[in-house]
């Protein structure tokens, strides 16, 4: 590599890397607690359990579930029904004045088999509630995401540029090597540069899917104004909805459309992912990786029948695939601590680069001056 071609790549790996640096560390400071959401969840006693019941315990009907959820918000409307991929046994509904609503939401954890409603989970209060939203958006909605979504952006340059750099570098070192017997500052430089090239696949995946799930909002909205109105041109211009239909039976004729998946979330009509007159059954594979991949079922709100059933289009499917990889949601336990650690090493890397330059560009200190030699008689 030519000296000039070498200032470039450090010009883009220098200013990338401080220009992100910061917004780089909240974001892993902030998601390494996010990687344990649900066990923390469980420790602060957030997580809803639902009561032991036989396995073959009668379910209730959705419309029940939804009558126990109104019960107690009678003033919010219906947004979203979901459950987690792995608890069949608790419905959660989330209300708000409005199916477009962004604040002031509520939610309802309802017994899947009784029907009864279990708890109200905060959605926006607590402290992983602030945490999530620093991690997303610094609380400064879609600009913030968009912002965070540069930063990633910027992320990648620095991973990239540095692979390139560190070829260069470790030309005269053996690979890991840390030079102790060195000042700090370039035992840091080592440290910095074996911790950057460990961790390496690990960034560019992670700063990847970060960078992609800031996209949501838009992404989605295209989806809508896309494909989902291509479908569903004929409802165009029909009146607005002044009654639903049965969400069971909605329900059930999209389990019937897809009978080898399982469902992962219902969006009621007006809501950012479903139509203004049909509800959005997304249903989710069985298997660990086809479970995070959703198939939309659109059903007419009224009367209950499927209007289209199609694969998402790839950008969709990229979408979905990067939330969860984003926060290591594929592997259990095991890759949530493989996250963690990875994430801890890249708190270190983001460190020692801020280190580096600012000892680099502090004032220089002068050489001790040499000390006399006494003569001995």
């Not at 909805?241 to 389990?255: D, H, W």
Request: include cysteine; proline fraction near 6%.
């Amino acid at each position: 590599m030519s000296p000039g071609t070498t200032r470039v790549w450090s010009w883009l790996h220098k200013w990338s890397s401080l220009v992100s640096t910061v917004f780089l560390l909240v974001l892993c400071l902030t998601g390494l607690p996010l990687v344990f959401h649900h066990q923390i969840g469980a420790w602060l006693g957030t997580e809803v359990v639902a009561p032991a019941l036989p396995a073959d315990a009668p379910r209730a009907t959705l419309d029940q579930v939804m009558a126990a959820a109104q019960g107690r918000f009678p003033s919010k409307t219906g947004m979203y029904v979901s459950q987690e991929p792995d608890d069949d046994t608790i419905w959660y509904v989330t209300m708000g004045d409005t199916p477009r609503s962004t604040t002031d939401l509520k939610q309802v954890a309802v017994d899947a088999r009784t029907g009864q409603a279990l708890a109200e989970p905060k959605i926006d209060g607590g402290v992983m509630g602030v945490i999530h939203t620093i991690h997303v958006e610094l609380f400064a909605g879609l600009w913030g995401k968009l912002f965070l979504g540069f930063m990633g952006l910027l992320m990648l340059v620095a991973i990239v540029s540095g692979i390139v750099l560190y070829a260069p570098f470790m030309r005269k070192l053996r690979f890991g090597e840390v030079r102790h017997e060195r000042s700090t500052r370039v035992k840091w430089l080592d440290l910095h540069n074996l911790l950057g090239i460990v961790t390496v696949t690990w960034a560019l995946v992670v700063g990847a899917t970060g960078m992609i799930n800031t996209w949501a909002d838009l992404v989605i909205e295209h989806w809508r104004n896309d494909q989902v109105a291509q479908l569903l041109s004929h409802y165009r211009d029909l009146p607005p909805l002044t009654r639903l239909g049965s969400l069971e039976k909605a329900f059930a004729n999209a389990r019937a459309r897809e009978p080898q998946m399982k469902i992962a979330f219902i969006a009621f009509p007006g809501t950012a992912w479903g139509s203004a007159h049909h509800y959005g059954v997304f249903m989710r594979g069985r298997t660990r990786l086809t479970e995070r991949l959703v198939q939309p079922v659109l059903v007419d709100a009224v009367t209950g029948e499927v209007s289209s059933s199609q694969e998402p289009p790839w950008y969709m499917t990229l979408l979905l695939l990067s939330q969860p990889l984003h926060f290591g949601d594929y592997g259990g336990v095991p890759m949530q601590w493989l996250w963690a650690t990875l994430d801890a090493i890249t708190i270190v890397v983001l460190g020692s680069g801020l280190y580096l330059w600012l000892s680099k560009k502090g004032p220089a200190r002068k050489p001790a001056p040499a000390k006399a030699k006494v003569a001995v008689a």
